[in-house]
């Protein structure tokens, strides 16, 4: 159980960035025991801005001279986002790729620790982040990025099998989604890209800000689908187990989800489905998704396939990014409470 707080102690978190992430962001936050959050910043008055008021959320304009524009639009705004920054413990930015950059300096200049996307370069930070594999690593650290979906993805699986057998080589083919189901410029509509046609993609390196001696080649490929990306994963282990015992190995991680044979589970529609009659919201998987029979061990060569929801699978890592950041929790302890305020789990 977690120990109640009092409003003082709770932990005051900013999200910078009110999209696809950091709408998802802000909701975790709000769920957690110890987390309060100030408000969003956003830089126009659409929809996101009239339902984050509605749902009681403080709204700050990210950018001063367009302000008045949600004045005009009759939404009310809490202030500027440099106010927002400073009155936050931690910010979130959740802005698009290379805006988390621009704004570095903002949160420099509050002095407010920030947590950066997957989007943004990891030369920038001082870690990257994942919560399973390196979460001490961002303890007091001031600029944090929080790796993307599919590097998450790939650290949560590489972190167990390397711990209990160690790996010699990851091979994986990442067949990723067009764009998220509200992006309706994104393409291809109807084609198949090699994305990155050049090898390897830009995945490998970016599990290697996780597990930087890890040997990992990835490729990339973009097809016409909105709701997740897939993962054909070959993992080359320093051991033989069979493929019961890693399956086995696999089920009780946490943000794991080992789609058993009985769901008839066939691929990313029907688990999207499975999320919403489960009543998660917006539909989110937040755990990789890893089909059971598809472990399969040849040799020392394991093999499978795992759906990542893109949209949400880096939420929960965001809040326990935060508590990292903060001191306020070890790994286990800030997993435990995400994952209980956010229902993670089936
Ligand atoms: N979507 C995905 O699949 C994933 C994305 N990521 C990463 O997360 C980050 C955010 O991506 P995502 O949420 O998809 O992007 P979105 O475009 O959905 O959301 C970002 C939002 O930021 C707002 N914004 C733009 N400029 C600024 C600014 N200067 N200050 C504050 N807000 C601004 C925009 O809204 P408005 O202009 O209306 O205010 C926009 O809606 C990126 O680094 C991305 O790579 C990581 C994992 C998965
Ligand atoms: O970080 C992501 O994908 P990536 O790991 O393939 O770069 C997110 O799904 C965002 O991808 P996008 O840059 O295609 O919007």
Known sequence: MPVARTHEDMLKVGVNGYGTIGKRVADAVVAQPDMELVGVAKTRPNFEAERAVAKGYSL????????????????????LVDELVEESDVVVDATPSGIGAENKSLYEAHDTPALYQGGEDAEMVDTSFNARANFADASGAEHVRVVSCNTTGLSRLVAPLEAE????KVRATLVRRAGDPAQSGRGPVNDILPNPISLPSHHGPDVQTIFPDLAIDTLGLKVPATLMHMHSVNVSLEAEPDAEEVRELLEGESRLFVVPERFGIDGAGKLKEFALDAGRPRGDL??????????????????????????????????????AVAGTADAAESVETTNDALGIGF
């Open 286 to 323: 937040w755990e990789n998704c890893l089909w059971g029979e598809s472990v399969s061990m040849e040799g020392n060569d394991l093999y499978l396939f795992q759906a990542i929801h893109q949209e949400s699978d880096v939420v929960p890592e965001n809040v326990d990014a935060v508590r």
């Open 165 to 168: 057998y160690g790996i010699e």
């Open 60 to 79: 700050y304009a990210a950018i001063e001279e367009r302000a008045d524009q949600f004045v005009k639009a009759d939404i009310e705004l809490a202030g």
